[in-house]
């Protein structure tokens, strides 16, 4: 019965003639439900503080989540930074029996068996009928409404199927948009993050009330490492303080409901498979051309090569030997944060197993979809926005993360997602009525963290600093060598070792501020 329910919740009955209950999280876990069974006693809540509050026990770090959290693994993700405390998995239902509980995964993405259309437009109008009528019914009996309007294929595509719907209906609802001017980038940055002129283009359209929010320059990582407190496990949103801008505005306009785009690229796909469905038909030129013409489509120069190196003879070698030719080349260090783990934590690290995984990612194409629209971490998402929106009297929908959709999305062939060099094909095609043409044809995404790394460099000392002096338990993993090194020399610091310097940081203060020694 669980699996006919559609949207976001979680939820716990009790039946009290049986004394029976049941727990359950709907299908991607876009509600938080936290619980402890202890001694025959079941305490849950949405947030683990106030299991604590009931149960007065002592909190204690559970040390091998926090090393499965720094290596980006979510197995185990029932478990959760306090020992003794989970939280219920997307998807899953607990009922207890017998003064025990036992747990039940009511909905998974299935393997997909493709949609045959004799004519793609059927398949362009049943995605338009399907996803138009998620979003009228997400916004059902409410006159005021915000999106969250990025200039972005998704978000867009929602803004403007529900200004259509709107206008065909008398402009009822009052639709605020809400989308970012950064108003102090370097002049480097401002090609690659400025999206105003999408904007504009949406806008221009009809049918909003636009918000144009003023982004400017902030030391925003130190709020967000400051701000650890309030979470109920370390945030790694380094864009926090766009929503925090939006929350803003959405209070001022009276704003209760904000649409999303969030996240239409795992959604609808874009359809990449479809190269390699293409060269293991040995429809080599076929592949080529599309892979050349999608790149050309991102301004990007053409890799018949190197596409042919990895998707056909790394493919047919054995996993073993890929990996041992990848540490030939000097490509053995597979995630670049494990250079701040001392010896003893890189001992506990299996590179091969990490790579086999990645050759699963990479080379499965009929499942890959589908594992992606089942991975665990989308919760984690969800639990530190669900704590900015809830606490200020606001929820967040997601029309892209509708079941219906994304068990549509996936029952669609890839080749109807990357077509003519255009990824997300369908949904460019099934919206063209609405979009403007700008945003249709656009393929670029723009890189809206320009403002955290200013904010991490200007700090890059006391951050390097803080894993020093650090007293928490993540100390225990680092190796101090390396970050007195970084410290005396920061030449060669990366975008990507400055991120991992801030999330050791912010994993550092959660701990910091939630377990007490």
């Not at 030129?285 to 013409?293: F, Q, V």
């Not at 809206?448 to 600093?465: M, Q």
């Not at 060669?492 to 020694?517: E, F, P, Y």
């Amino acid at each position: 019965i669980f699996n006919e329910l559609i949207g976001a919740f979680a939820f716990f009955i009790f039946d009290k003639r049986r004394k029976e209950f049941f727990a359950v999280r709907d299908h991607l876990g876009m509600k938080p439900f936290y619980y402890s069974f202890k001694d025959g006693f079941f305490v849950y809540g949405s947030e683990p503080k106030f299991i604590f509050q009931i149960s007065k026990e002592k909190k204690i770090l559970n040390n091998e989540k926090l090393f499965n959290s720094l290596l980006r693994n979510d197995e185990n993700f029932e478990h959760t930074f306090y020992k003794e405390i989970f939280r219920l998995e997307r998807g899953k239902f607990i009922k207890s029996f017998q003064n025990k509980i036992e747990k039940f995964q009511y909905h998974k993405f299935e393997t997909p068996s493709y949609i045959e259309y004799e004519n793609e437009e059927d398949c362009f109008l049943d995605f338009n009928n399907l996803f138009s009528k998620i979003i009228a019914e997400q916004t059902a009996n409410i006159e005021k409404i915000g999106t969250a309007l990025s200039g972005g294929l998704d978000s867009t595509s929602v803004t403007r199927v529900l200004a259509e719907q709107n206008k065909k209906n008398g402009n009822k609802k009052k639709i605020f948009s809400y989308s970012f001017k950064f108003s102090n980038l370097e002049t480097k940055h401002i090609k690659t993050t400025d999206e105003m002129s999408y904007v504009e283009d949406a806008i221009s359209l009809g049918g909003l009330n636009p918000r144009i929010i003023d982004i400017p320059r902030g030391d925003y990582v130190m709020q967000l490492i400051n701000d650890q407190k309030i979470f109920p496990s370390p945030n790694l949103q380094g864009n926090r303080y766009l929503e925090l801008f939006t929350i803003k505005n959405c209070i001022k306009d009276g704003v209760d409901t904000l649409l999303t785009g969030f996240d239409g690229d795992c959604t609808v796909s874009y359809g990449m498979e479809y190269i390699q469905i293409l060269l293991r038909q040995f429809r080599i030129m076929e592949a080529l051309k599309l892979n050349n013409l999608t790149r050309k489509n991102l301004n990007l120069p053409g890799n018949s090569f190197r596409t042919l190196f990895n998707y056909v003879f790394l493919r047919l070698l054995p996993s073993k030997v890929h990996f041992f030719l990848r540490k030939a080349k000097g490509f053995n260090n597979l995630e670049t944060h494990f250079k701040y783990f001392n010896t003893n934590a890189k001992n506990e690290i299996n590179p091969l197993k990490i790579h086999q995984k990645r050759r699963k990612d990479m080379y499965d194409i009929k499942n890959s979809h589908r594992d992606l629209l089942n991975k665990k971490s989308f919760q984690n998402a969800f639990e530190s926005l669900d704590i900015d929106y809830s606490y200020n009297g606001i929820e967040e929908r997601h029309p892209f993360f509708d079941k219906r959709l994304m068990e549509f999305c996936l029952k669609i062939h890839p080749s109807l997602k990357l077509k003519n060099g255009f990824s997300r094909y369908i949904l460019r095609e099934s919206c063209k009525e609405v979009l403007p043409t700008s945003v249709k044809e656009r393929m670029t995404k723009s890189d809206l963290s320009p403002y955290f790394y200013y904010s991490a460099k200007s700090n890059i000392n006391i951050l390097l600093e803080n894993l020093l002096s650090s007293s928490s338990n993540l100390k225990d993993l680092l190796d101090e060598i390396s970050l007195k090194k970084i410290l005396s020399d920061q030449s060669k610091l990366t975008r990507h070792d400055i991120s991992w310097i801030v999330n050791l940081n912010i994993h550092d203060q959660w701990i910091k501020q939630h377990i007490r020694s």
